[in-house]
């Protein structure tokens, strides 16, 4: 699980606006995921924020599309309903046609690079006690990054892994009975950088993750929220507030809605 949210922080810090995926078979659910992205000022008070509603379905059994239904409170114009209905055809295809789509989520492929032997390697957790968590007992773990190990990922994250892992901590609540995750909770323990700071300075990273049984042994994000404080290139100080809730699951008959509107009404 660990592996998630530190992909998470991977992703140019944008973790808190997307809830990723555990390494399970495509989610045979749809879900409705809201996103809230605020820039923040100095002072962390919000000047900017975004908000999108998307219905999530799995397409081919293989990948999940994340599909618009309005921004900001507006729904889609008709061209734009035109345009989603393009992507999401577009989308079908490549992967009927054995090709990774144009827009599938980096982050997703990301994680699948991880093994368990190099998140050992990698991290140091310790069993701390158990807790109880929204009616269910936990096992509840404590981790920090194991100092000169990163994880091999290659690409142009490698970098970011190679100086952010160590000074990563976190805490993890795995359900007793499901042993899955039930809540992660990630923190970066000391400000790090990247070429001394010339490159990426983050100075702040938090994320909280909560996971919702929607069967024996089956566990999916169900919300999340972070903060990032980072500056980039020296000049281009970056301080953004995420929060992403998945809700409304629901078990699908088949594979995907029969119609790009099914799963959800207006």
């Known amino acids: 699980m660990t592996l998630v949210l530190l992909a998470a922080a991977a992703a140019g810090m944008t973790a808190a606006t997307t809830i990723l995926p555990p390494s399970l078979p495509v989610l045979p659910y749809s879900f409705r995921q809201t996103t809230i992205v605020e820039t923040l000022d100095k002072a962390h008070k919000s000047t900017e924020r975004d908000t999108k509603v998307q219905e999530v379905f799995p397409v081919e059994g293989k990948m ?50 991880f093994s368990g032997e190099e998140l ?9 006690g158990r807790e109880e968590l929204r009616g269910r007992r936990c096992i509840l773990y404590k981790f920090r990054g194991r100092p000169g190990r990163s994880i091999k990922i290659g690409g142009q994250y490698q970098k970011f892994f ?31 950088s990247i070429a001394f700071g010339l490159l990426v300075y983050i100075k702040q990273f938090d994320l909280d993750v909560d996971f919702e049984r929607l069967e024996p042994g089956v566990w999916w994000p169900c919300k999340a929220a972070g903060t990032a404080d980072a500056r980039f290139l020296i000049f281009q100080p970056c301080v953004k507030r995420g929060q992403v809730l ?18 959800f009404a207006r």
């Open 64 to 113: 999940l599309f994340h599909r618009l239904i309005s921004r900001n409170g507006k729904p889609l114009s008709l061209k734009e309903e035109e345009e989603e209905a393009k992507r999401l055809e577009a989308f079908r295809q490549a992967i009927r046609d054995g090709k990774k789509p144009k827009d599938a989520e980096q982050v997703t492929d990301l994680t699948a690079r």
């Open 120 to 128: 050992e390697r990698a991290f140091i957790s310790e069993e701390i």
């Open 162 to 192: 190679d100086v952010v892992v160590d000074g990563v901590v976190g805490q993890l609540w795995i359900d007793e009975e499901d042993r899955k995750p039930a809540r992660g909770e990630v923190r970066l323990k000391k400000p790090v």
């Open 246 to 263: 998945n809700e409304n699951f629901k078990r699908m008959p088949s594979q995907e809605p029969p119609t790009a509107k099914a799963a």
